[in-house]
């Protein structure tokens, strides 16, 4: 049964474009919460539905992403050496095509292949990738019910690393939008793009293209369900301590999912001061063929 999450908002903490800026979960009580743990999936298979967390509005370079290691697990900004790193624009996108974001009580195990791909590949060790492909641009942090519609099998740098195609419940276009179908003869164009996207979208930092499993096909909203399932149940295996292994998300504060409640983190907010300046190449845009 799905859970309402829109009651959840969210507090920022930093300044922003620099690597103190942090975005926190908000609970409804007003303490801090980990987007990662304490937001429900709420995954409703009859409605096709579950709760997604905003971390990259669509158009916006930032690569913003839940921390796994940051205690209460808030949306940082993703760094190279050292230093905030931005998303390239790929002709005619800039920044994401589509809000970006993920599944909470999700994790992509990178210990064990998925029982859905008849091959031996790992997970990515990161909660599951949420593409929301609405008309609303949503702020990092938003937490929101969302309609499944399908998947892309993802592989980057040889790990699986699925993308869950979805629509915000309050679109008015949620529901014409029923499988992967309804998308291309509803909204021709998109999925073509995100797929080409998702492609390319590193070429320009000097790495290969990316490739997909299933010919690069996009999988169906049934399959995709299965999907969600299964990293679910590796979330739940994780923070009950069933996984061991180097690298592993840390679990230390994180809600057991048998029981009530949530577990409130004691985490310094840093007021935001003016943002940092935004290096001028992110407005270049890339042509790639």
Known sequence: MLQLSR???????????????KTYLRLKDGKIGSFFHDVPLGL???????????????????????SKDFTANPIVQDTKKGKPRYLNNIYPNHGVPHNYGAFPQTWESPLESSSLVNQNI?????????????????????????KILGSLALVDDGELDWKVVVIDTADPFAVELNDIEDVYEKMPGVLENLKRWFEVYKIPTGKEPNSFLFDGNYKDTEFTLKVV??????????VMGEFHGDNLPS???????????????????????QAEQVPPEVNDMSFIK
Not at 7 to 21: E, H, I, K, M, Y
Not at 57 to 63: C, D, L, Q, T, Y
Not at 229 to 238: A, G, I, M, V
């Open 7 to 21: 009651a959840l908002s969210s507090v920022a903490s930093g300044t922003r474009n620099s690597p103190s800026f």
């Open 44 to 66: 409703d298979k009859q409605k096709r539905v579950a709760n997604m967390v905003v971390e990259i509005p669509r158009w916006v370079n930032a690569k913003y992403e839940i």
């Open 122 to 146: 790992l997970g990515d060790n990161d909660p599951l990738d949420v593409i929301d492909i609405g008309r609303f641009v949503s702020t990092t942090g938003t937490v929101k019910p969302v």
């Open 229 to 238: 399932q299964e990293c679910h149940e590796n979330w739940y295996k994780l």
């Open 251 to 273: 679990t230390e504060n994180a809600t057991l999912p048998h029981t009530n409640g949530n577990t409130v983190f004691d985490v310094e907010i840093e007021v935001s001061q």
